[in-house]
């Protein structure tokens, strides 16, 4: 089965451009620019853009509730908890990479845990 372009998936999935546009604006409101100046930028974007944008900002909102609590998430699991220049840094990430790096740091986390340990080596008399 051929994959389908992303016009079709915006079509199919939003019914236009404008619905998911405006469906990205609710989720990417954080104050930065005015609601009028974001859509418009969001207009011009290209559909596959569109729709990886919607894809993070949907993910961040139903894990995490909100960016800084994503943030925070990566510290942690990267282990820098409590380093407030390090949040200064992640705070310059955009979501996508905030949400890469809570992925990898869970997949390694997991892995970790899931690797047996070695036995001791039995000792010679």
Same mark, same amino acid.
């Not at 990417?28 to 974001?38: G, I, M, S, T, V």
């Not at 998430?73 to 310059?92: C, E, M, P």
């Given at each position: 089965?051929?994959?389908?372009?992303?016009?079709?998936?915006?079509?199919?999935?939003?019914?236009? @451009?404008? %619905?998911?546009?405006? %469906? &990205?604006?609710?989720?990417?409101?954080?104050?930065?620019?005015?609601?009028?100046?974001?859509? %418009?930028?969001?207009?011009?974007?290209?559909?596959?853009? =569109?729709?990886?944008?919607?894809?993070?900002?949907?993910?961040? @909102?139903? %894990?995490? +509730?909100?960016?800084?609590?994503?943030?925070?998430?990566? #510290?942690? =699991? &990267? +282990?820098?908890?409590?380093?407030?220049?390090?949040?200064?840094?992640?705070?310059?990430?955009?979501?996508?990479?905030?949400?890469?790096?809570?992925?990898?740091?869970?997949?390694?986390?997991?892995? #970790?845990?899931?690797?047996? @340990?070695?036995?001791? #080596?039995?000792? @010679?008399?």
């Amino acid at each position: 089965m051929p994959k389908k372009s992303p016009l079709s998936l915006v079509n199919e999935t939003f019914g236009a @451009k404008d %619905k998911l546009v405006d %469906k &990205l604006v609710a989720l990417l409101n954080r104050d930065e620019q005015p609601k009028a100046e974001l859509r %418009k930028r969001l207009l011009v974007a290209a559909n596959s853009k =569109l729709l990886n944008l919607h894809r993070v900002a949907t993910a961040v @909102k139903e %894990k995490f +509730g909100s960016r800084d609590k994503l943030m925070a998430q990566a #510290a942690s =699991l &990267l +282990g820098h908890g409590k380093d407030k220049d390090f949040l200064s840094r992640l705070d310059h990430h955009s979501d996508a990479r905030l949400l890469d790096l809570v992925t990898g740091a869970e997949r390694k986390a997991k892995r #970790a845990a899931a690797k047996p @340990k070695p036995k001791p #080596a039995a000792q @010679k008399s």
